[in-house]
């Protein structure tokens, strides 16, 4: 099974600067809270939660930390008060974003996706006016550190949708339901670090801009996600 590569198009994380990767976990933690909140922080028996304890690890987030932001949540007596907004629009050259964010101000947070689009020539949409031409997968990155033929087969055989070997790693695809299965498989082969393993948003269809375009495109993506309200910024540009 092959294809280009749609992970590349909404990961840029490699060789993270510490602020950059400080800002990364500072969002993972408030996922982190907003998943324990009311329980009793075990990610075995929380599905949501073990899903961004999964993401919290493929971004190397230490275990402390993780920790820490379960044990927030669960200690807390009130607490911060977090509700997930999308916000659905358009960058240069009719590319789609999808903003996902965590709030306690939707008024705040929204005024801010819709300067930041409209100053990098972008514009606000209506719901649901970019979100169909996306779908939910698990996605998982691993290098090539095992056979690509028994990695295939393992991955197909758990539920495993699409299977891609590029240059330097592996990327496989699943439905939301399969990820775990699909991952614990690999585990079980062998597999202990991963690249990437979340389950994210990935585009049906990507759109090829030329380079000035593209990078007026992914500077309005990284305005965006500089946002603290915002977790995820998903687009449909080909990199």
Avoid at 52 to 66: F, L
Avoid at 158 to 185: Q, R
Avoid at 219 to 226: F, N
Wanted: hydrophobic share 35%.
């Amino acid at each position: 099974m092959s294809g280009h590569s749609k992970w590349a198009t909404i990961h840029r994380k490699k060789g993270l600067l510490d602020a950059e990767r400080g800002k990364i976990f500072q969002k993972i933690a408030k996922e982190l809270y907003v998943a324990a909140k009311g329980t009793n922080g075990d990610p075995a028996t929380n599905p949501n939660l073990r899903l961004v304890v999964e993401k919290a690890k493929s971004n190397n987030m230490p275990k402390d930390n993780i920790q820490k932001a379960i044990d927030k949540a669960v200690n807390a007596a009130g607490g911060e008060d977090y509700e997930s907004v999308r916000y659905e629009g358009y960058g240069p050259s009719g590319v789609a974003f999808m903003v996902d964010c965590l709030t306690d101000n939707r008024n705040r947070t929204a005024m801010l996706v819709r300067s930041t689009l409209t100053k990098r020539g972008g514009n606000l949409g209506t719901d649901g006016s970019v979100s169909y031409m996306f779908e939910r997968r698990g996605v998982i990155v691993i290098e090539k550190t095992v056979d690509e033929d028994e990695a295939m087969m393992v991955c197909l055989d758990n539920g495993a949708l699409d299977f891609i070997s590029n240059d330097d790693n592996f990327e496989i695809y699943t439905s939301p339901d399969d990820f775990i299965s699909v991952k614990t498989a690999l585990e079980d082969m062998g597999v202990k670090e991963f690249i990437t393993s979340e389950i994210t948003y990935v585009a049906n269809n990507l759109i090829e801009l030329d380079e000035e375009t593209t990078e007026k495109v992914l500077a309005l993506s990284d305005a965006l996600d500089e946002i603290d309200d915002v977790q995820n910024v998903y687009h449909n540009l080909s990199v």
